[in-house]
Structure formats: structure tokens, C-alpha cells
């Protein structure tokens, strides 16, 4: 069994304690505690969730202060059965194919991640399926990349990311392998293979 959608909920703590709490466990798992080295802090995170993003990131397009944002997918059944969140922030970049007319380096609207499946659900697809659902989801519409960083023996998060189409998998540097997903490269490939297949169709006339 596979699935590829989620009904996905934008976490706040103010409503959702119950499935935070049941998160928190995901996270205390041993191999979880060893893969994310102990640098990772749920509590963390969770603290920063209750301004709502939308009202401070939407249109930002300077440096400022990380926003944080959370989501959990729910099943068919409604039960809690992936997690993605992170801060989402304004970066400047000095990559030369982000740069402006004028050869000035642009912002770009950025959020660093992490997710995790449910114990007792994994190996069914719910991995991909909440990272497609948080692209796709109206609170990520003005993120431009998305970027994590998996551990190189966690084996079964790697190759989850290297199913998720539009995410590029960087060298692994310090026992950590990074992957970003770019929503303009990701468009502009999808625009490249709608116009291979119009003239598909059209030379099958």
C-alpha cells in the first residue's frame, strides 16, 4: 500500500498539543536520536509556532528573522503519520544564475527542514507524500527553496529524497547529505516536458 496525498494541517500550538505530542515521540526514537546527531530540538522548533507565518513571510524579500512552520499529514483514517517543519527565511545568494540585471545578488525565500514518518507507517509512501503536499500547500507559495540535510546512514530518508522529483542531491560533506528543491527549476522543467509532449502529440496527427 502506497498513497501520494495527505490531508495536511499547519500546525499551531496553541490548537494542537495532542498531535504535537505525539510527534515529540517520533522524534525521541533511538535511531532518529542518532541520525539527527542530538543537534536537532523538537521543543525548539515547536517554540517558534505561534506567530502565524503567513503574516510574516508572505512578500519578504529581505533578510529578516527565521519564520518557523510546521505541518502533519493525516491519513485516510485521520490518524497523525508524517511531520515536515523548519524556519523559513530571506537569504542572499551569490550563485551567478540568481543574480539581478544589474549582477547584484537576490534574495530568495528559503526553508530549511526537517520530517519524519510515524514508526508504525513507514515504507508506504507517506514520506514523499508530505513533502509534495508542503510545495503544494498554500502556506509555501511565496517559498522559493526548499533544502534538508539527511544523514548518510539514514538509508531509508536518502532514498525517499531521491524519489521526490525537482530535489537535488549536493555532496555529502561532515556525514550530513544536503538536498534543495528550486520551485523555478522545478516549473521550468515541468514547462520543458509539457511542450516535448504537445509536439509528441502533434507529430502523432
Known amino acids: 500500500m502506497t498513497t ?5 494541517l499547519q500546525i499551531r500550538t496553541d490548537r494542537d498539543s495532542d498531535v504535537l505530542d505525539e510527534v515529540r515521540r517520533w522524534f525521541e526514537e533511538p535511531d532518529m536520536l542518532r541520525w539527527m546527531g542530538g543537534i536537532f530540538g523538537f521543543d525548539y522548533l515547536v517554540s517558534g509556532l505561534d506567530a502565524p507565518a503567513e503574516q510574516r513571510f508572505t512578500g519578504q524579500k529581505v533578510p529578516g528573522e527565521p519564520v518557523t512552520m510546521a505541518w502533519v499529514g493525516f491519513d485516510g483514517e485521520d490518524r497523525p503519520v508524517a511531520f ?3 524556519e523559513a527565511s530571506v537569504e542572499r545568494t551569490s550563485d551567478p544564475s540568481d543574480c539581478t540585471d544589474h549582477g547584484l545578488s537576490s534574495s530568495v525565500r528559503t526553508l530549511g527542514f526537517v520530517y519524519i514518518v510515524s514508526p508504525e507507517h513507514r515504507g508506504l509512501g507517506y514520506g514523499r507524500a508530505i513533502l509534495h503536499s508542503v510545495i503544494e500547500h498554500s502556506s509555501t507559495t511565496e517559498v522559493e527553496v526548499f533544502s534538508c540535510t539527511v544523514d548518510v546512514d539514514n538509508k531509508p530518508s536518502l532514498a525517499t529524497m531521491r524519489r521526490v522529483r525537482g530535489f537535488v542531491e549536493a555532496d555529502a560533506s ?4 544536503p538536498f534543495s528543491y528550486s520551485r523555478a527549476a522545478a516549473e521550468s522543467e515541468a514547462r520543458v516536458c509539457e511542450k516535448v509532449l504537445a509536439q509528441d502529440n502533434a507529430g502523432r496527427r
Open 4 to 8: 501520494d496525498r495527505l490531508r495536511l
Open 174 to 177: 561532515a556525514g550530513k547529505v
Open 84 to 86: 515536515a517543519g523548519g
